[in-house]
Structure formats: structure tokens, C-alpha cells
């Protein structure tokens, strides 16, 4: 295990100078078994691109936690993918974060707080659980990218998130990369994919996205959000 000074914003920004720029693979692998051994998890959507990033870890390391935000209202489709998806890679630790049966109770008895308050719905089913369960990691992995949207397009490999820090493993990789790496590998996609649905989240707050739109146009479509929060504003 490598000894991490600290772990500062500027310790973290001192691990994004010296391995930022090294591939995906390298960053996962230094990540995994020598930054944070037994300290780290990957939280993934089972979305679109999601296997880019579930193939990396799983050819590191299939043991790794991988946290899936069981919010309740994903697409039948996207809950099957995950199962399937973990036996092909081998992924032995996917961990469901469910909402707090307390907190529905109150806030969303009826299940429709996404209509009325899509922000308070997704703190209650997947800020909240995501944040409890990282309580016992130091580390965690995304998938996100600099090209998805343009408040990411200055993100770093290695943020600092609090007391932990956040790893990006693909920041630099291209909607056209990822297509690549999962084209070569003949990688399954989550199958929502051929309905058009370019990025995928929980189905009521998912829509189909026409040709030449945005890849994100149909997440919470008519209203300004776009983004759940687990990332603060990005
Ligand atoms: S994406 Fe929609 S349904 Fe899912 S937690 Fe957020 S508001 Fe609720």
C-alpha cells in the first residue's frame, strides 16, 4: 500500500499530478491495489456506457464493491442487465443501496414524489443511501466524463469529496472511446439502449432521445435538473 499524505484536497491534487494522466486501467489498478486496498468501492448506474467502466474493475479486481443505487424506480430491463452483467464479468460484490423505509414513509408515500420534487426524491433514494454506505470507504469510482456535460468538462482523475476521495477513471475518454472499447470487446450494453434511450436512470425521470439530440436530453426532460446530486452540482 502506498502512503497517501493526508488526505487534503491538496494531497489529492498532488495524486491527480503524478497519476492523472496515466489510462483508465492503470488509474483502477493503482486505485484499487495500492491507494486504497479494501477502502474503496464503484458506484455504477448499470446504465448505457456503464460496462466500459465495470469491465476495467472487473478484469483489476471482481471483488471490488459495486454499489447500485436500488432506488426502486429503475426499468425492469436496467435491474436484469445488472444481474446478467455481474455474472458475465464476475463481479462478486454488487451491493443494492435502498432508500430508508423511514424516510419514503414520510416524504413519498405515494410514490410520486418525483413528479412533484424530482431534488427531494432523488435525496431521499439516492443521495442519502449512496452517502451512508460510503461512510465505510475512503475511496470511490465513477464513471463519469469530461465530455458528458459542461459542468464537468474540468473534472479531475483524482477529486477530492470530503474526507474521501473520488476517482474518475474515464475523464478523459470520448463518447466515441467508450463506443470503441465496448464495440471491440463485444461488451453487452444495457438492451434500453436500441429503444433510444441514450442515458439511463430511474424510468419515470428516463425518456427516449431522438437523433442528434443531447445523450442526457431525455433525463428529466421538461423541467431544469440535470443531475441527481450524488455528485454536488456535477
Ligand atoms: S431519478 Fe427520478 S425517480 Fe429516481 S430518485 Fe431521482 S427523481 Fe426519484
Not at 470507504?137 to 474521501?164: C, H, K, P, S
Request: net charge negative; aromatic share 6%.
Amino acid at each position: 500500500m502506498l502512503d497517501i499524505p493526508g488526505r487534503t484536497s491538496s494531497a489529492v491534487g498532488a495524486l491527480d499530478r503524478m497519476f492523472g494522466a496515466l489510462p483508465p486501467k492503470d488509474v483502477l489498478a493503482l486505485s484499487i491495489r495500492d491507494l486504497f486496498p479494501g477502502r474503496i468501492a464503484v458506484v455504477s448506474s448499470f446504465g448505457a456506457d456503464s460496462i466500459a467502466l465495470l469491465n476495467l474493475v472487473a478484469e483489476v479486481d471482481p471483488s471490488t464493491p459495486v454499489l447500485f443505487l436500488e432506488t426502486g424506480k429503475h426499468f425492469e430491463a436496467t435491474l436484469r442487465y445488472r444481474d446478467m452483467v455481474a455474472e458475465k464479468l464476475g463481479l462478486t460484490n454488487v451491493i443494492d443501496l435502498v432508500p430508508s423505509a423511514e424516510a419514503l414513509a414520510q416524504k413519498d408515500p405515494d410514490g410520486l414524489l418525483h413528479a412533484r420534487e424530482p431534488d427531494a426524491c432523488c435525496a431521499i433514494r439516492k443521495v442519502a443511501p449512496l452517502y451512508e454506505a460510503l461512510s465505510g470507504y475512503d475511496a470511490w469510482i465513477t464513471g463519469r466524463r469530461r465530455d458528458q456535460t459542461f459542468l464537468r468538462n474540468r473534472m479531475e482523475v483524482f477529486e477530492a469529496d470530503g474526507a474521501r476521495t473520488k476517482i474518475n477513471p474515464l475523464a478523459d475518454w470520448s463518447q466515441d472511446d467508450i463506443d470503441t472499447y465496448i464495440w471491440r470487446l463485444e461488451l453487452p450494453r444495457n438492451p434500453l439502449v436500441d429503444e433510444s434511450y441514450a442515458s439511463i436512470g430511474c424510468a419515470p425521470c428516463t425518456a427516449k432521445v431522438a437523433p442528434g439530440e443531447d445523450v442526457r436530453a431525455g433525463r428529466w426532460r421538461g423541467t431544469d435538473k440535470i443531475e441527481c446530486g450524488i455528485h454536488g452540482a456535477t
